[in-house]
């Protein structure tokens, strides 16, 4: 038997030969064209995605031998869960008028042929990975071999999204952690490919595959919202339909769709080289906490500092739940408080493996209120002064913060809220000398004097 991409059309016979007209009605990349010839036994099933008109038929060429049904059938039949899974997370299945399918060949591994994938056996991770690309590298195909992260990335993260579905949360979890220690077992590489014609790079599988897969995790982490990071992706395969796209072209589409800037992002993950570790610590007081998150990186010459949130564990006293609380991080110690009670110790960075990373330690300490106290001081900045009419308020961070105007009898005059760069209109105030103070909400002060003209 021979199979291939799209329906079988017709077979005829001649004295000792047969010939199988295979005809694909879609547009393919060339790399997926595929034929494959064995003694096979032809094991069909179907699937039944939402949404579909009609039952997708799956159609396995396997080895016509006693056994091997019996061995894989369960493996096969899963193709079943994982074209249903895809279909709901990705889009319709791009080429539901034909088929999916399997040809076995003795291959390592697996290659996404369109339509009829060529695999050298078949467990949960490859078949779902070589399905995967039936998006993300036939239906989208890179645009060229430097962002083959379009192909490989999104199909390797598509593993990952199969356990988290199919299987278990513990299983998905355990499985990006091993991404990011075989990740971080060298310091340096790019996901993008900087050398198109360098075939180890472009099938790289530490970088293009397990850091190209994670650092979807991430980017999903960052979006915050599953609906809309998952409706991103549908609405991105859908405009670049049966065509193709670069890293860039994603980057682009996902802000366009998100309202969000990526540029960070992918200037430290994509393009940029390396990982960070972080070490926290952390100062409980009777109104919250305060916590502290240092971080280094492995390869500093090219990306020195990545500035995606960070997750911590918060461990409470009593019968209080422990709590996750995100850290936006904008510089390589970022010291911030939570107004959280009853807080006991921080047990854990990066619960959720939610971002390549290494841990350096977590520890308490005694004096982070009163370090932050003096950077806020050394780093509070109001301008002009002395000044007539309008007063500009710069501080470290961007959060809301209570600013009042103290008159020399200790009286305030004037009040209001303001975030970093604020001006406030101060012309209604009489010509003498007053005390500005700006309160945050952990309640320490910076206060500066200014003459009123």
Sequence with gaps: MAGSNGLLDSVTTTPGYKTFHWMHRYPIAYYLISVAVSNYYDYTIYANPAGAAQPLMIQNFIYNNTTYLTQYQDDIDETVDFIELFADLYGPYPFQNEKYGHCLAPLSGGM?????????FFNNTLTSHELAHQWWGDYVTCASWADIWI?????????????????????AKQEMSSIHTNVMSNPGGSVWVADSLDEDAIFDSRLVYNKGGAIIHTL??????????FDLLKDFLATYAYSTATGLDFKNHAENFTGMDFSDFFNQWYYGEGYPTYSVQYQPETTGVWVKVNQTVSKSSVTPLFTNPIDVTVNRTGTLSDTIVRIAIN???TTVFLPIENVQSITAIDPNNYVINKIGGITQVNDLGVEQAQMENENTILYPNPTENQLTV????EKTRELSIIDHRGQTVFSTTVT?????????????????????KNKNSVIRKVIKR
């Design 112 to 120: 996404e042929h369109q339509t009829m994938t060529t695999q050298g």
């Design 151 to 171: 192909n490989e990335g999104f199909a390797s993260y598509s593993e990952n999204l199969m356990l988290q579905n199919l299987y278990s949360i513990n299983d």
């Design 220 to 229: 999903r982490y960052i979006i915050n919202n599953d609906q809309l990071f």
């Design 331 to 333: 510089s390589n110690a």
């Design 394 to 397: 710069v501080f470290p961070g």
């Design 420 to 440: 970093s760069n604020t001006t406030v209109d101060v012309s209604h105030l009489a010509a003498g000398q007053y005390l500005v103070e700006i309160k945050g």
